[in-house]
C-alpha cells in the first residue's frame, strides 16, 4: 500500500519502493516540523499555566483578606514566573537546537540527493531510486531551516534581554511605579 508521501521516490524494482522511501526519509519534513511545533509550545504553555495558578491564588487571597491583592499584577514577570519564563525560553531554545541537529543527520546535511542506490531487502539487487522534485524539497528545507534558526536567534535574544532586566532590576532596586495625581479645577 502505498502513501500520499511515497510519491516522491520513484525505484524501477517492484517492491523496494517503500523500504527505499523508508531508508531515505526516515521521517517526513511535516512530520518532523509538527512535532517540534509541539515540543516549542510546550514551555509557552507552562508559562501560561503558572500566571493562571498566580491569577488563582490572588483571586483566592482577594476574597480571605477583603480585596487586598497578594500579588500587584499577577501577569508581570517577578519572582518564580520570570524563572519560569527564563526556563521555557532555555528549553524553547533546546528544542530548537535538537531538531535542527536531527534534521541534518538525517537529511545528511540539508542535502537531498537526485538518485540514491538502494540495495535493501527485499529488493534482490542495488536499485536506481530518484528523488521526485529534490531541489525544491532542499530549497524548501533550508528556507524551514533558515526561519528555525532566526527563531532559534530571536529566543537567544529574549533571553539575554531578561538577564540584563535581572540584572539591572538587582544593581538599581525594585522600580517604583509613578504615583499619579488627580488635579481637579475649582
Not at 483571586?59 to 514577570?77: D, F, I, M
Not at 534482490?124 to 536567534?153: A, Y
Request: with cysteine.
Amino acid at each position: 500500500m502505498l502513501t500520499i508521501f511515497s510519491s516522491i521516490l520513484l525505484c524501477f524494482q517492484p517492491g523496494c519502493t517503500n523500504v527505499c522511501y523508508d531508508h531515505i526519509f526516515p521521517i517526513s519534513h511535516i512530520r518532523l516540523w509538527a512535532l517540534q511545533l509541539i515540543f516549542v509550545t510546550c514551555p509557552s504553555l507552562m508559562v501560561m499555566a503558572h500566571v493562571k495558578l498566580r491569577e488563582g491564588k490572588d483571586k483566592k487571597y482577594v476574597e480571605l483578606h477583603n480585596g487586598s491583592h497578594l500579588y500587584a499584577n499577577p501577569g508581570k514577570k517577578r519572582g518564580g514566573l520570570w524563572w519560569t519564563y527564563l526556563l521555557s525560553l532555555v528549553f524553547k531554545a533546546g528544542f530548537d537546537t535538537s531538531f535542527l541537529y536531527i534534521l541534518y543527520r538525517i537529511y545528511h546535511g540539508y542535502d537531498l540527493p537526485r538518485l540514491s542506490k538502494c540495495s535493501l531487502d527485499p529488493c534482490p539487487n542495488t536499485v536506481d531510486c530518484f528523488i521526485s522534485r529534490p531541489t525544491e524539497k532542499k530549497i524548501f528545507m533550508l528556507f524551514m531551516v533558515s526561519i528555525q534558526c532566526t527563531v532559534h536567534l530571536h529566543v537567544y535574544l529574549r533571553d539575554d534581554l531578561s538577564h540584563w532586566q535581572a540584572h539591572q532590576q538587582v544593581v538599581q532596586g525594585p522600580t517604583r511605579e509613578p504615583e499619579t495625581h488627580v488635579c481637579r479645577a475649582t
